[in-house]
């Protein structure tokens, strides 16, 4: 994935959920290291308000829409609440009001743990608020799985990305 590349093979997909597996990893090392300097009412409150304000009102909405379009501002809610930057906010004002606290841990494994285990990413627009493939995608990835195949047969000594399995990622 690149700048004029803005999909995930199979094996890309894989790859980046292991790099936020490491990360996790390392998260829930440091927290169990540390569970007896941890504040747990603190820990469980930075762990469930990213869902309660980013996940939770757009299930609902989606629910509610019965299929129909969820409103932006669910995304919105989403992705600034299921994002590094905002997490980077809120442990850094934390640690300014607050003080620095290995609660905090709270935030990191939660968000890695959302991209490494569960391989939810940021939510983009137009799609489906829960997991679903989008005709369009499905279509691009049948598309692009045919190309790659009749390439590699056309290039001397190229494997086929679809025969080492590294196709198009369809979310299920």
Same mark, same amino acid.
Not at 28 to 44: E, Q
Not at 142 to 171: E, H, I, M, N, Q
């Given at each position: 994935? %690149?700048?004029?590349?803005? *999909?995930?093979? $199979?094996?890309?997909? +894989? ?9 996790? !990893?390392? #998260? ?14 603190? *820990?469980?409150?930075? *762990?469930?308000? =990213? ?7 757009? @299930?609902?909405?989606?629910? $509610? #829409? ?10 919105? &809610? ?9 997490? !980077? @906010? ?16 709270? &935030?990191? =494994?939660?968000? *890695?743990?959302? $991209? ?15 997991? @679903? ?11 692009? %799985? ?6 590699? +047969?056309?290039? !001397?000594? @190229? /494997?086929? /990305?679809? #025969?080492?399995?590294? $196709?198009?990622?369809? /979310?299920?």
């Amino acid at each position: 994935m %690149d700048s004029h590349i803005l *999909f995930f093979t $199979r094996t890309t997909y +894989r790859l980046l959920r292991a790099e936020y597996g490491v990360a996790l !990893a390392g #998260a829930v090392l440091l927290a169990v290291l540390h569970l007896g300097h941890i504040r747990w009412p603190v *820990f469980v409150g930075l *762990f469930v308000y =990213i869902d309660l304000v980013g996940y939770l009102p757009g @299930a609902v909405a989606y629910r $509610r #829409a019965r299929g129909g379009p969820v409103p932006t501002a669910y995304y919105l &809610l989403y992705n600034s609440m299921h994002s590094l930057l905002s997490a !980077a @906010a809120v442990a850094g004002l934390w640690c300014v009001v607050v003080g620095p606290e290995w609660a905090l841990l709270a &935030l990191p =494994i939660h968000l *890695f743990g959302d $991209r490494a285990i569960f391989g939810n990413f940021l939510k983009p627009l137009g799609v489906s608020f829960e997991p @679903a493939t989008h005709p369009a995608y499905q279509e691009f990835v049948t598309s692009y %799985d045919r190309l790659s195949a009749s390439s590699s +047969r056309s290039a !001397a000594g @190229a /494997p086929a /990305p679809a #025969a080492t399995g590294d $196709r198009a990622v369809v /979310p299920v």
